[in-house]
């Protein structure tokens, strides 16, 4: 059992049995949450125990977000960061539990915010709100009887330095689906979302199959010393390729990382997908793209083949498979954008 701070002591106390977070009994309500358990699931190689239901997440970032809502389970929700720049969200199935949720900073998490929201849950990433550096952390949340879930694709792969990434990204989604499904159990939940999903890639593969020489690929996230871009691990890779395209950096066994401009012009994109998200715009890095020197003799500059997707469609996250057909289309259209 632990203390919160002064300010908190009107909540109820928390306290972390193995990695789960434990609420202290509050009669019927209580054992219906404690019914079924306790569960475990890995998570990035970890056992993490679950002696009731979680009632009191936080999520990081949109995509972790989308993950929550998709499964249904805003009413186990006590809100949601993410920067105002957030993905689209008018057009997704769960676009009303949006509404349901505190939107609670548009700003960095933090171990005060979650304190605030009285969370039992953390749900983010490395890179994705974890970072020893802002000393929010799986353990330093364990600290505070918070448990804490670490987006699978965001995973450490014991590489060099903090690489992440530890399966391929579409198979980090549907681990994720299914973990929070048991979770929750919301299995039945988790399975249909995995087979729809798995069924609309199929079917995009099966309309898009290439024919010949498949077109190679650059994710531009950002940068104009070094881009940002995607490596193996990171959600694009997988879209890419069942898009029927090659990603030219899947040679780099990490998520997100940087790469030399250098990289580019030697591997010759066919077409460039742009991460729309901030500042600057999809607009301003299109721009870019084509009067930045050093690319001019670059295949999909020369030939303005450029695309663009929304950020929430680029991480991992239930829009990816969407992503998938989006990205498919345009490139066995083969038009300029």
């Known amino acids: 059992m632990f203390r919160r701070p002064a300010a908190l002591l009107s909540v109820l106390a928390l306290a972390l049995t193995g990695c789960g977070a434990k609420v202290a009994p509050d009669g019927a309500a209580d ?57 689209r969200i008018d057009q997704v199935a769960w676009r009303d539990a949006y509404d349901k949720v505190p939107w609670l900073s548009k700003k960095a998490i933090t171990k005060e915010i979650a304190l605030d929201a009285h969370a039992d849950l953390v749900l983010a990433g490395w890179n994705y709100g974890f970072g020893e550096g802002n000393d929010l952390t799986p353990a330093s949340l364990k600290k505070l009887g918070i448990g804490a879930y670490v987006l699978t694709e965001s995973c450490r792969n014991g590489g060099s330095g903090s690489a992440r990434g530890v399966m391929p990204p579409l198979e980090a989604l549907y681990t994720d689906l299914a973990n929070l499904g048991k979770i929750f159990h919301v299995e039945d939940r988790a399975a249909k979302l995995v087979k729809e999903y798995r069924a609309q890639i199929a079917e995009v593969r099966a309309a ?130």
């Not at 056992?47 to 995509?63: A, H, I, M, Q, Y």
């Open 208 to 337: 898009h199959a290439a024919d010949g020489k498949k077109p190679s690929v650059f994710l531009y996230d950002s940068g104009t010393d070094k881009p940002l871009t995607a490596g193996a691990f990171a959600g694009p890779d997988d879209i890419i390729t069942k898009a029927g395209g090659v990603n030219i950096t899947k040679d780099l066994k990490d998520t997100w990382t940087t790469v030399g401009w250098e990289t580019v012009v030697e591997r010759d994109p066919d077409v460039i997908v742009i991460n729309d998200y901030g500042s600057p715009t999809a607009a301003q890095k299109k721009d870019f793209l084509l009067h930045y020197k050093p690319l001019a003799h670059v295949s999909a500059v020369k030939h303005r083949r450029i695309f663009t997707l929304d950020y929430a469609d680029l991480v991992e996250s239930p829009r990816n498979p969407a992503a998938v057909r989006s990205l498919a289309r345009y490139l066995a259209a083969g038009r300029a954008d």
């Open 31 to 87: 054992r219906k949450d404690a019914a079924g358990y306790p569960v475990t699931v890995k998570n990035c190689g970890t056992g993490l125990t679950f002696d009731r239901k979680p009632s009191r997440v936080v999520t990081n970032d949109v995509g972790i977000t989308d993950l929550m809502l998709a499964l249904g389970l805003e009413d186990r929700m006590a809100g949601y960061v993410m920067p105002s720049y957030r993905g």
